[in-house]
């Protein structure tokens, strides 16, 4: 058995029934001939071959106890278990295969296996293939399960070498010579990670506190608990509500040029606006403006740190008290200039504990009252996950879109992942769906508070 690391085991200990902890994509492939050959051929491809270590982990055993705090390596994939064939109900269209997805999302993934799962669905009306992937998030977080799922895919469409995301050709290991190691090197090896957590945690305090002071003198930098209280930030259920929409990336980039401003400033300047719009159809905007948290990666430029979680985050207003589209631009980019600022004066161990601390109150959603009676550390979740922007193909079947469908929990009902591919902009929306009613109207805000940014500039 190996220890986790605190970033891996913290999901394994805040899931329930009601807060599955994985994350999840929906990709929309253009086949090259019959889709029903296809579909077939991903399903042999799939269910075919080796399987690298990291799909082979799964919690030890007993899982309520030893599941939380170690890994064991299955030795044997039952690979009928974890990839699905699915063919949706006429007449086939996007709707039947969200609500797929939606029920789908809203289940917990084994803890007696390893925690992962890839549907191939058929029966799209006008001839895609549809793979739901969904993989818990304690193995990877947004960013490495994207360029999992890129790495299987190639930029030439006459390639016919197309394999699973897991095959071990994929991965890049590491040279050596060394055998497995030894009892004695076990303990040793268990001894030291112990000794380096421990200190890690002593060090922990001393950094919060630093981090925590230097917010405070940041004058305009967002910090926990200061968020207004909406109807996202409540207790929320186990079943789940999916949407998503394609935006063209160089209508947003033109945009973003127009102002001066980041592609991700647009991102967020089209969340605000729609959740405005929303909330006010729902007669529920609140006077102050909505926080979101926006997850960092502490992966820099040109490194390749592995599959694992390696994130942090930063706070962003939102501006929904703004009515003119560009009042609500000009305070998220100065909300997101200083939370970046502020990131790049920490160290990574600074930078991990400014996370956990902002994302702490979560882990006290499930207790009875905590959530109605403490005021929310953010309002929602919105990810922007860097993809590609060539063009990709799995055995001459043409990526039409990747749309990601991430987590939510007690406290914070409704999350929004982008990622790009190609020439588009991929918005996936999450949402409890008890808590979060008419989430597909989200998407016409969407498109909306585009068109007024255009507009405005």
């Keep these: 058995m190996a220890l ?10 805040a899931e329930s029934r009601e807060h599955p902890m994985h994350v999840g994509s929906l990709q929309l492939f253009v086949p090259p001939g019959d889709p029903h050959d296809f579909a077939e051929e991903v399903h042999t491809k799939f ?22 705090l170690t890994w064991s390596r299955e030795p044997d994939i039952d690979f009928e278990y974890h990839v699905r064939r699915t063919v949706l109900p006429s007449p086939g269209r996007i709707r039947e295969l969200f609500q797929f997805l939606s029920l789908n999302h809203s289940t917990p993934l084994d803890r007696y296996r390893p925690m992962w799962e890839v549907h191939i669905v058929e029966g799209l009306a006008d001839g895609r293939i549809a793979l739901y992937t969904k ?6 977080d947004g960013v490495s399960a994207l360029k999992l799922t890129l790495n299987a895919l190639s930029a030439d469409p006459d390639d016919r070498n197309g394999v699973a995301a897991w095959d071990p050709s994929l991965f890049r290991e ?25 200190a890690d945690l002593v060090d922990f305090l001393p950094t919060a506190t630093r981090i925590g002071l230097r917010a405070m003198r940041n004058e305009g930098a967002q910090l926990p608990l200061r968020a207004p209280r909406t109807m996202f930030n409540v207790p929320i259920g186990g079943a789940r509500r999916f949407a998503a929409e394609s935006w063209s990336l160089e ?59 390696s994130i942090s985050v930063i706070l962003c207003n939102l501006g929904t008290h703004e009515s003119d589209p560009l009042a609500r631009l000009d305070a998220i980019t100065d909300s997101t200039v200083k939370g970046k600022n502020m990131m790049r004066e920490l160290n990574t161990l600074e930078s991990l504990a400014i ?103």
């Design 4 to 13: 986790m690391p605190v970033t891996e085991s913290m999901f394994l200990i």
């Design 47 to 68: 269910t075919d071959g080796e399987v690298h270590e990291l799909f082979r982990k799964r919690p030890g055993r007993p899982v309520n106890v030893m599941g939380n």
């Design 135 to 140: 993989v818990h998030h304690s193995l990877v």
């Design 174 to 198: 590491k040279k050596t010579t060394r055998g497995a190691p030894s009892a004695l090197e076990r303990i040793t090896g268990g001894l030291t990670l112990g000794r380096t957590l421990a």
């Design 251 to 309: 209508r947003m980039t033109k945009v973003a040029k127009a102002r001066g401003v980041t592609l991700n400033d647009i991102v967020l300047a089209m969340c605000s606006g729609a959740l405005r719009s929303y909330l006010i159809d729902q007669e529920a905007l609140p006077e102050s403006p909505l926080i979101a948290m926006v997850p960092v990666s502490l992966r820099k430029p040109g490194e390749d740190k592995g599959p694992g979680n």
């Design 355 to 457: 996370g956990a601390v902002t994302m702490a109150p979560l882990l006290f959603g499930p207790v009875p009252g905590f959530v109605n009676y403490t005021p929310p550390p953010f309002n929602v979740i919105i990810s922007n996950v860097p993809g590609t922007s060539e063009e990709r193909y799995w055995n001459g079947a043409k990526l039409d879109g990747i749309y990601p469908a991430s987590i939510v929990c007690d406290g914070m009902a409704l999350n929004i992942t982008v990622a790009s591919n190609g020439d588009s902009v991929n918005f996936g929306l999450i949402c409890c769906r008890r808590s979060v009613p008419h989430l597909q109207r989200m998407l016409t805000h969407l498109e909306n508070a585009l068109e007024e940014l255009e507009k405005a500039l």
